[in-house]
């Protein structure tokens, strides 16, 4: 992952947490029993915009790549299957 592309993702990541944080009324509902997601929302979205300037258009190459070069900022990726 290159210098630019670390800072956006980073930046976005900290601005969405904080946004998700102070609108929680804005984060899914979940139940209060069952599996935890091990990926956080704010993760998520940032992968899902970080996904756009790298122009992955299939979410499996897509996934394959995260694996592959961003597991160190995101260590919980889900799989494919998930």
Do not use: C
């Not at 944080?21 to 804005?26: D, G, I, L, S, T």
Request: no cysteine.
């Amino acid at each position: 992952m290159d210098t630019d592309l670390d800072s956006l993702a980073t930046a976005l990541y900290v601005t969405t947490d904080d946004l998700l944080r102070a609108n929680p009324e804005r984060v899914p509902a979940r139940p209060r029993i069952g599996i935890l997601p091990g990926t956080t929302d704010a993760e998520m979205l940032t992968l899902v915009v970080v996904q756009a300037p790298l122009g992955f258009n299939n979410e499996t190459q897509w996934l394959r790549y995260a694996h592959k070069n961003l597991l160190a900022m995101f260590p919980t990726l889900p799989l494919p299957s998930g």
